[in-house]
């Protein structure tokens, strides 16, 4: 069992920064990949980030290559989404999850622990 617990969001002026982290109870958090996801008002779920169990794979989402970057510190059972040059459209509750298997994956539900979500406000 992994419980999930986001952090760092907030309201932040377009082309401005934000650091998410997602802290992970449990003693076998190295053994999960993590992946970040995010929901917007009215839309469906959508993949942003993932990373492997030993951080060594990375895979992103088109719409935020370039800008966003997962990372993880296992010592910490602690993954990362550090956010850059943010757009009014990165607005959205942004989800940690955790899947017991050590690959990259995009489709939400192949995760099995998600946590309760934090709030990415952009303005324009």
């Known amino acids: 069992q992994v419980q999930l617990v986001e952090s760092g969001g907030g309201l932040v002026q377009a082309g401005g920064s934000l650091r998410l982290s997602c802290a992970a109870s449990?003693?076998?958090?190295?053994?999960?990949?993590m992946g970040w996801f995010r929901q917007a008002p009215g839309k469906e779920r959508e993949f942003v980030a993932a990373?492997?169990?030993?951080?060594?794979?990375?895979y992103y989402a088109d719409s935020v290559k370039g800008r966003f970057t997962i990372s993880r510190d296992n010592a910490k059972n602690t993954v990362y989404l550090q956010m850059n040059s943010l757009k009014p459209e990165d607005s959205a509750v942004y989800y940690c999850?955790?899947?017991?298997?050590?690959?990259?994956?995009?489709?939400?539900?192949?995760?099995?622990?998600w946590g309760q979500g934090t709030q990415v406000t952009v303005s324009s």
């Open positions: 999850a955790a899947r017991l298997d050590s690959g990259l994956e995009f489709k939400g539900p192949k995760y099995d622990y």
């Open positions: 449990g003693r076998t958090f190295s053994s999960y990949a």
């Open positions: 990373i492997s169990w030993t951080g060594g794979s990375t």
